[in-house]
């Protein structure tokens, strides 16, 4: 009788202790890694949801190399129009069934979802958005964190060290986004104005609103300013349309734009001669350099809709790179954890030669910190120029 109560006992605790042996890491299977996009395929920044059709295409590039130790990536795309609460949803309809998230994109976004990854242990890499968001956290709810994007405070104080340096510029303007991303450019424009100890003056602050569709205000104000330049941080949307209400009104000021609009194809495409002289920051390397090229003609092949829109697909194409190395070096038994540990051990990775040297850490989530600067030559060839290679400032966490 001792004996078959001791085996029902130990019969439960293994029925109990079944579920939790059977528990598994969220989107991976023997066969199958599960990766979790969110990102604005419409609305006003439908134009940087290429970045997810072109980690997409890395993704089927990888697959088509026979994965990653033995296992297919699967990714699922979902449309969040750039708004932060349907952003979020996404987020939270796909946590218990992807292993990851890469390329969150928007400050707005980034923002309402930035306890979202301590709370849920849920890997997010390669958020496109200010840094500065992740700079406030407490470094414990940064586990799960791993950046490579410039902070908008460091790009504003050079953009706008740069316009006095290339133009001469005595007066400036700032077109920004109300939010996160345009107030983080605009605060670094303050910050360079100051350094620059009154060679140059801040003339005028114009914000945008995302749901702002006339912009001819806006222009007004700039011109009735008088800056000799302009400081763009918005999105291509506004900022396009910002320049062209410019020339209407008969003012041609000099334009330094914030790296979200650096896809001169685009900018050429939707500008014209209007972009030329044009100076803008860019993450990395530019369709037309070899290294880019190489990555452009194998996402192009997977995704022809990429196609003139090759620079912007390129940061798409980088941060894919950037997540597949943390699985790679993960190893087979794959966890969010051991993912954690793989991106940790990154160092001097520049991402297929499309980035300067990227470099994560136990203590170290803000992988790389720059921008190199270029001007706009020619629309009738997409001819553009580097003024200033890689910038790279200290990271902040």
Partial sequence: MRLKVT??????????????????????????????LTTPLSGVAAAWGNTA?????????????????????????????????????????????????????????LNA???????????????????AIWARQPRERLRY??????????????????????????????????????????????????????????AAE??????????????????????????LYPTITHGVNVVKEMAKVGYRPKIFASFPLGDHLIMFRLLGKEWEGAHYNVLGAIAGEPDADRIIDLVTKIRPGLKGKENTALAGAAAMII???????????????SLVEGMESIKNFTAEKLTAPITFGPNRRHGLNAVRLMRAESADSNKVAQVAGYQIFQPHF
């Fill in 7 to 36: 085996a029902l006992i130990l019969a439960l605790l293994l029925a109990t202790a079944a579920p939790a042996l059977a528990q598994k890491t969220p989107g991976v299977t023997d066969t199958e890694i599960a990766i979790g």
């Fill in 53 to 109: 059709v072109a980690m997409e295409a890395w993704a089927e590039h990888v697959n088509a190399q026979s994965g990653i130790h033995g296992r297919q990536l699967k990714v699922t795309v979902k449309d969040d129009g750039y708004v932060p609460g349907r952003a979020v949803a996404n987020l939270t309809e796909m946590k218990d069934s992807v292993l990851m998230n890469v390329g969150l994109l928007g400050s707005a976004v």
């Fill in 113 to 131: 979802a930035k306890d979202f990854s301590s709370e849920n242990k849920f890997p997010v890499i390669n958020p496109y958005g200010n840094p």
């Fill in 145 to 202: 964190v791993f950046v490579n994007y410039p902070d908008y405070v460091d790009e504003g104080e050079f953009l706008v060290t740069q316009a006095a340096r290339l133009v001469g510029a005595k007066k400036v303007a700032v077109f920004y986004q109300n939010d996160d991303y345009g107030k983080g450019g605009l605060e670094g424009v303050r910050r360079g104005v100051k350094v620059l100890g009154g060679k140059v003056a801040l």
């Fill in 206 to 231: 114009v914000p945008v609103e995302v749901t702002d569709r006339e912009l001819g205000t806006h222009a007004l104000k700039l011109k009735d300013s008088g800056a000799d330049a302009v400081i």
């Fill in 323 to 337: 997540a597949v190395e943390g699985l790679k070096r993960a190893g087979r038994s794959l966890t969010r954890e």
